[in-house]
């Protein structure tokens, strides 16, 4: 690697971060959610990915195969995972690292649900076929850390007029949100926060005009969408609880 680069590194991980307008220092570790802090995990955790590679764990179909994303990672085996659990606690320990023991576990995917990078995978048999498949989807840390999100920007914007808070506040965390998890069967979630958006939205201008009811009526989910921009979450590609798009099966 480029000395010029390794410096710049150097410099990154010795900065610190601000907290309340103080400096924290940390001799271990980077600054959690930091923007460097993907890129910094990537490059001290190839060598993870290339030793996994060297010793062959991945070369057979039935091996165990790494699927990592920065310091986020899952080790997909047909047999033995106690043994490629170790051999990957051995290859973490050679770098200094540990794994975190509240988010280590082993499970039998095809008889218990796992999550990753805010999807849930679970085996279930398809609506259509009977078959037993993988379905992935928000995982319910995904679908509360949104509606938090939804919840606070309306409480905090309710001051504003309602189609400057649904552009600039609400229509961008959907956009964003459902971009990321369009790829899954989750048609369901889709229609859920959508319906808790509006529902939502219902409530603050309740409380604005000092109305008694919850204000379907008044202001029914097709207001929010044909009058005031309301992005539809609903309209992205996404797919049910059949699985015909995405749904792939389980390998026996």
Avoid at 104 to 129: C, M, W, Y
Avoid at 154 to 175: A, C, F, Y
Wanted: positive net charge.
């Amino acid at each position: 690697m480029d000395r010029s680069v390794v410096k710049l590194i150097e410099m990154w991980l010795k900065a610190g971060a601000m907290e309340e307008m103080k400096i924290r220092t940390e001799t271990t570790g980077t600054p959690q959610g930091g923007v460097i802090s993907p890129l910094l995990a990537n490059l001290y955790l190839h060598w993870l990915d290339s030793t996994w590679e060297k010793k062959a764990f991945g070369k057979r179909p039935h091996d165990a195969h790494i699927v990592r994303y920065a310091d986020d990672f899952v080790i997909l085996c047909s047999k033995r995972p106690e043994f490629y659990l170790e051999q990957a606690k051995k290859v973490l320990d050679r770098l200094g690292l540990t794994l975190n023991s509240k988010k280590t576990r082993i499970v039998n995917a095809r008889e218990e649900p796992f999550d990753f990078l805010g999807h849930r995978f679970a085996a279930q048999p398809s609506k259509v076929t009977g078959e037993l498949k993988t379905f992935y989807y928000p995982a319910p840390k995904a679908m509360k850390s949104v509606k938090k999100k939804i919840r606070e920007v309306v409480r905090t914007g309710q001051h504003w007029d309602l189609p400057t808070l649904i552009k600039e506040r609400v229509n961008p965390i959907l956009r964003g949100w459902g971009n990321y998890f369009k790829t899954g069967n989750s048609r369901k979630h889709f229609l859920s926060i959508a319906n808790y958006t509006t529902w939502t939205l219902c409530i603050m201008l309740r409380k604005k005009h000092k109305k008694r009811s919850k204000g379907w009526r008044d202001h029914p989910p097709s207001w929010f969408y044909d009058y005031h921009g309301l992005f539809k979450l609903y309209s992205l590609s996404v797919t049910g609880d059949e699985g015909s798009r995405y749904a792939r099966p389980v390998p026996l």
